[in-house]
């Protein structure tokens, strides 16, 4: 008598699944093909005369303005400062933002308003008193960057932690179980599919923090170079630093993209 294997896919599936590859293989493809577009009428726009190569510089202009600097290795160290900031501000937001959210879920404390009202408030008018309260340094950056994202991740957090399934938690209870083992066995493991999303939405806020931080309070970084691109009118730094800042922010969310998956 003859067994089928059940183990592997069957033909249906395995088909199935290779149609999703080939479907994202030419997204890639066609996502690839508009970037290029787009860089190539950028570098005709500006040879053809039909914008200005000074104001708006060109992909050729950034990627000699980018060699220069590899080559005197300035740019290495801009990138460094500007990447370790927004790290440890992201590190510093995911666990102020989870214990902060759990905390708010342990006292049932009615603190949403004014998390909304400090997550309402522009964080570009708190820099210029940061400097004032800590110093022009990188922990005022630092401490910029955590103002941008750290309220609206603990509003995410609670609100996430309010909407599980309180059937789950009554069973908890009806079993004998805290409010403890709620948080250990059904709070936190139903929540990693949403602390994660909330981390791709803090490493962009973060980074945004860190450039805003730069803006005033920087003796290095590509927020700085940005600032002093535009100040004496090398524009070619400016766009050179704003490329590099769209490839790390692209990075650095695949980053936590790969996360997701494997925590699933």
Request: glycine share 8%.
């Amino acid at each position: 008598m003859e067994y089928q294997n059940i183990t592997g896919p069957t033909k249906a599936q395995q088909e199935f699944i290779e149609r999703e590859q080939m479907h994202k293989k030419k997204v890639a493809v066609w996502r690839m093909m508009l970037l290029v577009l787009l860089l190539a009428m950028w570098e005709l726009c500006t040879r053809l005369g039909m914008m200005d190569a000074f104001i708006f510089s060109s992909p050729s202009r950034v990627l000699l303005c980018f060699w220069r600097m590899v080559r005197d290795k300035s740019i290495f160290g801009h990138i460094g400062i500007t990447l370790m900031e927004t790290l440890v501000s992201f590190l510093i937001v995911t666990a102020a933002g989870t214990a902060a959210a759990v905390a708010l879920w342990f006292s049932r404390s009615a603190s949403e308003p004014y998390l909304v009202m400090l997550n309402s408030l522009p964080k570009s008018a708190l820099a210029p008193m940061l400097i004032v309260w800590l110093g022009n340094h990188v922990y005022t950056i630092v401490a910029a960057a955590v103002s941008v994202a750290l309220f609206g991740s603990i509003l995410t957090l609670h609100t996430g932690f309010q909407s599980v399934d309180p059937e789950k938690i009554k069973l908890i209870y009806s079993l004998g179980g805290s409010r403890r083992d709620v948080l250990s066995k059904v709070l936190l493991p139903g929540s990693v599919p949403m602390l994660i999303s909330n981390m791709k939405v803090n490493i962009g806020l973060c980074l945004v923090g860190v450039i805003i931080g730069e803006f005033l309070a920087a003796q290095k970084g590509l927020g700085y170079l940005i600032i002093y691109g535009s100040q004496v009118f090398q524009l070619d730094l400016v766009m050179t630093s704003i490329v590099l800042l769209c490839l790390f922010s692209t990075v650095l969310y695949k980053g936590i993209g790969w996360l997701e998956k494997r925590a699933r």
